[in-house]
């Protein structure tokens, strides 16, 4: 009987597996992925990465998880250096919603990524819409209507946007509209 992972051990085995997955993941999909490319992937044996991650589903998860969290932190780590509202706004926005785009055509089956049926995938879009919530509570805005549902509805147009766009030039230029519209509804705080 294989011997268990020390805990060193599995925590680095851990991430080699989460980085080599998101590879594996966004080049053949959810799909078409199967637990033995995942671990050949990621130079482990399957038993070790059933160790590791119970079900593809997990691993799914820990992939989405980790891409979502250095999105937000890259924006955290941008957010000081944009000036307003709006400025912030169109490159948050814009980046989140071109960036999948630009994958996308890239690797079509990397669609997977983005699929609300994965909840993990749904997280992702709960950590954007926390994101933009500071980011508009930040600027001292005031709305009618309670800023995450304003939020949310804002990260929401976005995913369909991407359904009307032609192209990533196309959905920057829909995105920019958007946040636009969206501006209109927030008033300064007095």
């Not at 980046?95 to 995938?121: C, M, N, Q, S, Y």
């Not at 994101?131 to 508009?136: A, M, P």
């Not at 976005?158 to 196309?170: I, T």
């Amino acid at each position: 009987m294989p011997k268990k992972i020390t805990q060193i051990g599995a925590e680095a085995r851990r991430a080699a597996a989460v980085e080599a997955a998101s590879v594996v993941f966004l080049r053949y999909g959810y799909a078409r992925t199967t637990m033995a490319e995942l671990a050949a992937a990621a130079n482990l044996s399957r038993p070790t990465l059933y160790e590791l991650f119970a079900s593809k589903d997990d691993l799914f998860a820990a992939v989405i998880n980790q891409l979502s969290q250095q999105t937000i932190q890259q924006y955290r780590d941008m957010q000081p250096k944009l000036r307003t509202l709006r400025t912030k706004l169109q490159h948050f926005c814009g980046d989140w919603a071109t960036h999948g785009l630009k994958l996308i055509e890239r690797h079509p089956d990397a669609k997977d990524l983005f699929d609300l049926r994965f909840p993990a995938v749904r997280q992702m879009y709960e950590d954007f819409i926390r994101f933009l919530i500071e980011v508009i509570s930040d600027e001292n805005r005031s709305t009618s209507f309670p800023t995450e549902k304003v939020a949310r509805n804002l990260v929401f147009s976005l995913r369909g946007l991407k359904d009307a766009a032609s192209d990533v030039k196309h959905m920057e230029e829909l995105v920019r509209l958007q946040v636009d519209v969206f501006l209109t509804t927030l008033a300064p705080r007095e």
